[in-house]
C-alpha cells in the first residue's frame, strides 16, 4: 500500500494545505479527511483521482477536516464520475454532509452523477470501502473524534489519529501498523485535546509501528524548527528502529504487510 499525504498542515496553516492522506493498493484509493485546503492538493498531487477514488473518511467535523468536501464532489461531478462514492465517519454523517454541501452549491448533491454511500463508524465494528477494511476508536479532542486503521488486502495497514491525544483505545488499534501518520500539534510540552510530538513518539514506540508521520504540527514550530524537528525524529529512529519522519505535502511511502 501507498500512502500519498496531499496535506500536513493544521487548520490555519497559510503554506502548508490541510492534513489529508491518499491511500492507494492496486489502483484503488482511499482518502483520509479532506479539509478546507485539501481538496485541489489533492487534485495536483494525484491526477486521475477523480474515477479511482473509493471513498473518503473523515476523522470528525471540524472544517479543517471535512469543508474541502464540496470542492471534491464538484470536482468528481464535472469529470463526469459514474461509481458509488463512500463517505465513512462519524454517527450522523448523512446528514452532515447534506447540510453542509447545498451552502457551498446549492443544487450539486442533486446533479451529482454517482451515488454517496454512508457508512456510520463506530468503535468495534469494523467497515470495508472498496477493497480497504477500517476499524476506528475514539481519540482525545474537545469534539467527538475517531482515530482509524486501515488494512488493504495486501495486509498492509496505515493509522490515522486525525485530531486528538492519544487514547489507550487508539493505541491498541495502531497496534503493529506499518505506518502511524499521528498529529503532533504541540512541539514543546503538552495541551489538553491535541497531541505532541513526544506523545506521538511514545505512542509509536509503544504501539510497535514500523513508521511513524507527524502531521498537523503548530504552524510557527513547523515552519520555524522544521531541520530541527527532523534531527529529533532521525535520532529517535536510530534508538527505536521506527522509521520516524516529517513528511511534505505530496511526499509519498510505502507502506510494508
Ligand atoms: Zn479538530
Not at 489529508?20 to 485539501?38: K, M, Q
Not at 491526477?47 to 474541502?68: Q, R
Not at 488486502?153 to 489519529?161: I, K, L, Q, T, V
Not at 514550530?221 to 513528511?247: K, Y
Amino acid at each position: 500500500m501507498r500512502a500519498l499525504f496531499a496535506g500536513v498542515g493544521e487548520a490555519v496553516d497559510e503554506r502548508l494545505p490541510n492534513t489529508s492522506i491518499l491511500l492507494e493498493e492496486d489502483g484503488a484509493h482511499l482518502l483520509l479527511d479532506c479539509g478546507f485546503t485539501a481538496a485541489h492538493t489533492l487534485f495536483a498531487a494525484a491526477p486521475g483521482v477523480e474515477d479511482a477514488l473509493a471513498g473518503v473518511w473523515i476523522s470528525h467535523f471540524h472544517g479543517d477536516h471535512w469543508f474541502g468536501l464540496p470542492a471534491l464532489l464538484a470536482r468528481l461531478s464535472v469529470a463526469g464520475r459514474a461509481a458509488p462514492l463512500a463517505l465513512a465517519g462519524l454517527p450522523g454523517i448523512g446528514e452532515k454532509v447534506r447540510s453542509l454541501v447545498p451552502m457551498a452549491y446549492r443544487t450539486l448533491l442533486d446533479r451529482l452523477p454517482f451515488p454517496l454511500l454512508f457508512h456510520e463508524a463506530a468503535p468495534g465494528a469494523d467497515t470495508a470501502i472498496g477493497p480497504f477494511s477500517l476499524a476506528c476508536a475514539p481519540s482525545g479532542h474537545p469534539a467527538p473524534a475517531l482515530a482509524v486503521r486501515v488494512t488493504a488486502p495486501s495486509g498492509a495497514s496505515c493509522f490515522y489519529s486525525g485530531d486528538g491525544r492519544p487514547t489507550p483505545e487508539s493505541l491498541a488499534l495502531a497496534r503493529g501498523a506499518g505506518l502511524a501518520a499521528h498529529e503532533a500539534f504541540c512541539v514543546e510540552g503538552e495541551m489538553e485535546g491535541h497531541g505532541s510530538v513526544a506523545s506521538a513518539c511514545a505512542f509509536a514506540r509503544e504501539a510497535r509501528v514500523r513508521a511513524l508521520a507527524l502531521v498537523h504540527v503548530r504552524r510557527e514550530e513547523r515552519h520555524a524548527r522544521a531541520a530541527e524537528l527532523r534531527a529529533a525524529l532521525l535520532r529517535f529512529s536510530r534508538e527505536t528502529g521506527i522509521r520516524a519522519f516529517l513528511p511534505e505535502p505530496g511526499e509519498a511511502c510505502e507502506v510494508t504487510p
